[in-house]
């Protein structure tokens, strides 16, 4: 049987064996401390003469940060802590042991941590945010799991455009030419015709040449697409998803909001409905404190945490201008000049995380828009086939992983919410 340090609490007055890696040691006189770590949690190891057999002792001595090793003892419950195990051992074998590990508990400079990111990520705060990503990911899973939707995933080698032309990341496919997927969504459009409620998760690409704390050139996406849904019901699904994995996540993992220390009264505020803000109305907010702002065009990131610093929970921006957003948005009939898009820009500054709306149903109005963007009609003729027959009014949106993340953990960087980010600029390990 394989004993893990999170099932301690099962086995206390047990011998046991362990294996993992030594995370930190100290001997006081006769007592020698030993941290294990094993990948599910870390667990204080305790070597007495006494107890333990000498060659264990000695081992102890030759045992270097991050070697790898097995030990067993007996299961005890910490004298003075609450639900804390220890271990008292009896027998300590090395497996490995470690090069003087480069990662120390001081501080370290970021250049230098993301080169050594694969070891890096061995580290107790790595491990929270990467757990509460996993938590993350089965909480997004669940919540179109659970309401009928169907998962479609889309294509990542795609022969056009979704989000316009100038961050796509060309490839080859043998003789062709073909871009990695910015977005599932136009074929989300497809399988929505076909099954209603659909979605995809999986990793988009965007060439895009900023190094800011939000842009990652790979980065992962879930989008759902409903049949029949206008941007209003757009918006409803959208708070109710937001709120349900946040939810979750802070109730299913505290331990991990405790190392990054969280302020997760924050986030017990993230309950639908959320603020909804019209373009304009949200470009005035933005004029009073940035008089260089011109309505009309795009928010940048200060302009965001102007317009999201006035609520306790994340708002919805609809209705921007025709010209600033992409070619396959339904232009509202009541409001020439304004498309039926629909952003949600999370709290305390993190900026835009949903972006989605309501799309074009008209081929001749997707016909003209296809022309103004500049794009290759025969690129999309399976795509104006979903106009042709049968055409509907559908919504949908896309929430990016990683921004969702740094909002929830309260960091100040994307780079650490993902194992192996690749940024511009960075693409090793
Ligand atoms: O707003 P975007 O570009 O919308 C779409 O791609 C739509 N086709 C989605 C849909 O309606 N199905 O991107 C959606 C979200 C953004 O709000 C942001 O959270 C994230 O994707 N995102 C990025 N995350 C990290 N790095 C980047 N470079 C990102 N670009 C977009
Ligand atoms: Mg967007």
């Known amino acids: 049987m394989r004993y893990y340090i999170e099932d301690l609490k099962d086995h206390v007055g047990q011998q046991i ?55 067993s003892g007996v299961v005890q419950a910490h004298p003075k802590l609450l639900n804390t195990f220890e271990i008292m051992v009896k027998n300590l074998e090395i497996l490995s042991i470690a090069e003087p590990f480069p990662i120390s508990p001081k501080e370290h400079g970021v250049d230098f941590l993301m080169e050594n990111r694969h070891l890096w990520l061995r580290s107790k705060r790595q491990h929270a945010i990467l757990r ?62 076909a099954l209603g409620k659909v979605y995809c998760f999986g990793p988009t690409f965007r060439a895009e040449k900023s190094k800011t704390r939000r ?49 997760l009264s924050k986030l017990e505020n993230i309950k639908a409905p959320f603020p909804r803000l019209h373009y304009s109305e949200a470009a005035q907010l933005v004029k009073k404190e940035n008089a260089e702002f011109n309505i009309g065009d795009d928010f940048g990131a200060p302009d965001e945490t102007i317009i999201s610093s006035q609520f306790e929970r994340p708002v919805f921006v609809h ?24 952003d949600l820009l999370a709290t305390e500054g993190y900026g835009e995380i949903i972006g989605g709306g309501q799309r074009e149903e008209s081929i001749e109005k997707l016909m003209v828009k296809i022309k103004e963007h500049q794009l290759n009609e025969d690129d999309f003729r399976w795509y104006l086939d979903l106009r042709r027959f ?17 909002w929830i953990c309260g960091l100040p960087h994307v780079r650490e919410t993902v194992p192996f980010p690749r940024l511009y600029g960075r693409s090793y390990p």
């Open 319 to 342: 209705h921007y201008p025709q010209a600033i957003k992409a070619f396959y948005m339904k232009e509202d009939p009541k409001e020439p000049g304004y498309a039926m898009g629909c």
């Open 215 to 263: 842009h990652l050139i790979e980065f992962w996406m879930v989008e759902p697409e409903v049949a029949f849904n206008d941007m209003y019901d757009n918006m409803e699904l959208a708070e109710a998803f937001v709120e349900y994995i946040v939810q979750r996540t802070i109730k299913n993992r505290p331990e991990e909001f405790k190392v990054l220390e969280r302020d």
């Open 390 to 406: 049968g055409s509907f009014p559908h919504s949908g949106f896309g929430l990016g992983l990683e921004r969702a993340i740094a």
């Open 17 to 71: 064996e362990l294996k993992g890696w030594n995370y930190n040691k100290r001997s006081s006189g006769k007592i020698k401390f030993l941290e294990l770590r094993d990948g599910t949690g870390v667990v204080q190891c305790i070597l007495m003469a006494n107890q333990a057999n000498p060659e264990s002792l000695e081992n102890f001595e030759k045992l270097t940060q991050e070697s790898s090793l097995k030990l």
């Open 132 to 193: 509460i990503r996993s938590e993350l990911v089965s909480a997004i899973r669940d919540f179109f799991d659970g309401r009928g939707f169907t998962l479609t995933d889309s294509p990542i080698f795609t022969p056009s455009a979704c989000e316009g032309t100038s961050n796509l990341f060309e490839t080859k496919y043998f003789d062709e030419k073909m871009y990695l997927s910015q977005s599932g969504q136009l074929y989300l459009e497809a399988t929505a015709a």
